[in-house]
Nanobody
């Protein structure tokens, strides 16, 4: 059974940094795409970043390019989202998700972690 557990959220002033972690378990993820999504109050969930666990290729939404970095640690089976130069509009619940490379839909989701950026 796949489990994704996020951690690392919190309250940070604008311009600050946070690193989110997503501990993945239940199978080998070398053929998986791992993604980070976020949902702000009153808004739809949006894609933030993703990484091909096996190849290491990454993709970002435009609003976070140059500020956020997604990475993975094979030994710890963990995916990270390093967030720098945070802005109040980054405030949201951040979710980790996983899907196989052949699936168009993310199959597995974590419970989410709150990120609040104060102005």
């Amino acid at each position: 059974q796949v489990q994704l557990v996020e951690s690392g959220g919190g309250l940070v002033p604008a311009g600050g940094s946070l690193r989110l972690s997503c501990a993945a378990s239940g199978r080998t993820f070398s053929n998986y795409l791992m993604g980070w999504f976020r949902q702000a109050p009153g808004k739809e969930r949006e894609f933030v970043a993703a990484i091909n666990w096996g190849a290491g290729n990454t993709v970002y939404t435009n609003s976070v390019k140059g500020r956020f970095t997604i990475s993975r640690d094979n030994a710890k089976n963990t995916v990270y989202l390093q967030m720098n130069s945070l802005k109040p509009e980054d405030t949201a619940v951040y979710y980790c998700a996983a899907r196989t490379l052949t699936n168009s839909r993310y199959e597995y989701w974590g419970q989410g972690t709150q990120v609040t950026v104060s102005s």
